[in-house]
């Protein structure tokens, strides 16, 4: 518990614009997951690393996760 006071600090100091939440996707660690994303990471995200067993999960950010900022980031890749 204690650990998770000095993180949120941590979090806190790099400018966020998107929180998610997501579960681990492995049945038996079923982690929630915290994830912070900038504006540059939204548009590399591509998933996230579990905390607890270390799995990889493969993800995508869907319109309701970042409502918004969804017109912005997908504009901006129509562009390029
Ligand atoms: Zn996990």
Redesign the pocket.
């Known amino acids: 518990m204690k650990n998770r006071v000095r993180d949120r600090i941590t979090i806190r100091s790099r400018v966020l614009l998107i929180e998610l939440e997501r579960r681990?996707v492995?049945a038996l660690?079923n982690?929630k997951a915290r994830i912070g994303l900038t504006k540059e990471d939204a548009r590399l995200y591509c998933g996230f690393e579990?905390e607890?067993?270390k799995?990889w999960n493969a993800d995508i950010l869907t319109e309701r996760d970042v409502p918004d900022w969804w017109e912005e980031l997908t504009i901006t890749e129509k562009q390029g």
């Open positions: 681990c492995d660690c982690a579990c607890q067993c799995r």
